[in-house]
C-alpha cells in the first residue's frame, strides 16, 4: 500500500514568495494532518481535516499560512509571504479515524527561505 | 507552551544493553501514549502506544510504561541493536489531537 505522499521534497525559495506543500493522504482515510518539526519545539500541529474539512486550524502560526483540502486525496499547505523564520520541516499525516488511531506521516518537506 | 517534554535531546547506548527513552506531561486529561521512531529523511513510523487505563505495554524488544501519577512515559528497548539509532518522539493524545515532545537522538554503539 502506498504510503502519505508529500511534495516536494525540498523547497528553497527566497524571502517574500509563495510556497505551496502538498500531501496525498492513505486512500481511506479520513483524518489529515499537518505538521511543523523545529528542533525548539518538535512536532506542532498546525491544522488537521476531517473528511476533507478543517476542524482545527489553531496551530496556524500567522494569517500567512493557509491549507486546503478539496477532495479525499490531496491536501495544500500554503505560505503567503514568506518569511526566514517558516524554515523547518513540514510533515503530513493521515489516519483512519481520530481517537486512539496512530497517524502515517509521510517523509516531510524540508523548507529553507533564504 | 510544552505539554509533553522529553528532556533528554540524546543517549548513547552499547549494542545488547537496554535504552531507556524519558517522557513527562502535563496534561491529566490526555489519556493515549504512543512512541514514534524517526529515521533522517524519513518521516515519524508508529512504534508502540499505550491506553491510560494500562500501565505497561509490550511488543517484542519494545516496552512502554505508564506512571499516571507521576505523568510520565518510558519506553524501554531490551536489547538494543544498532539499527534503533534513530530520534524517538513521544505522544499525548486527548481524543482530539496528538501532542509531540521534540524528540531524544538515540544512538546504539556496536
Known amino acids: 500500500d502506498a504510503g502519505v505522499i508529500q511534495s516536494p521534497r525540498h523547497e528553497v525559495t527566497e524571502m517574500g514568495q509563495e510556497v505551496t506543500l502538498r500531501c496525498k493522504p492513505i486512500s481511506g482515510h479520513d483524518y489529515l494532518f499537518w505538521y511543523r518539526q523545529t528542533m525548539m519545539r518538535g512536532l506542532e500541529l498546525l491544522i488537521y481535516?476531517?473528511?476533507?474539512?478543517?476542524?482545527?486550524d489553531s496551530g496556524m502560526p500567522e494569517d500567512r499560512f493557509s491549507a486546503k483540502m478539496p477532495n479525499a486525496s490531496f491536501s495544500t499547505l500554503k505560505i503567503q509571504p514568506s518569511e526566514p523564520r517558516d524554515s523547518a520541516v513540514y510533515f503530513c499525516?493521515?489516519?483512519?479515524?481520530?481517537?486512539?488511531?496512530?497517524?502515517?506521516f509521510g517523509d516531510g518537506t524540508r523548507l529553507s527561505i533564504l | 507552551d510544552q505539554q509533553v517534554k522529553q528532556n533528554s535531546p540524546s543517549l548513547s547506548v552499547q549494542e545488547g544493553r537496554i535504552s531507556i527513552l524519558n517522557c513527562d506531561y502535563t496534561?491529566?486529561?490526555?489519556?493515549?501514549f504512543l512512541w514514534y521512531k524517526k529515521y533522517p529523511a524519513e518521516g515519524p513510523t508508529f512504534l508502540i502506544s499505550i491506553s491510560s487505563i494500562k500501565d505497561k505495554n509490550e511488543d517484542g524488544r519494545f516496552t512502554v510504561f505508564l506512571n499516571k501519577s507521576a505523568k510520565h512515559l518510558s519506553l524501554h528497548i531490551v536489547p538494543s541493536q544498532p539499527g534503533d539509532s534513530a530520534v524517538y518522539f513521544c505522544?499525548?493524545?486527548?481524543?482530539?489531537?496528538?501532542?509531540f515532545g521534540t524528540g531524544t537522538s538515540l544512538t546504539v554503539i556496536p
Open positions: 499525516a493521515s489516519s483512519k479515524g481520530q481517537r486512539n488511531q496512530p497517524q502515517h
Open positions: 496534561n491529566s486529561m490526555f489519556d493515549y
Open positions: 505522544a499525548a493524545s486527548t481524543g482530539n489531537q496528538f501532542y
Open positions: 481535516f476531517n473528511n476533507n474539512v478543517p476542524i482545527d
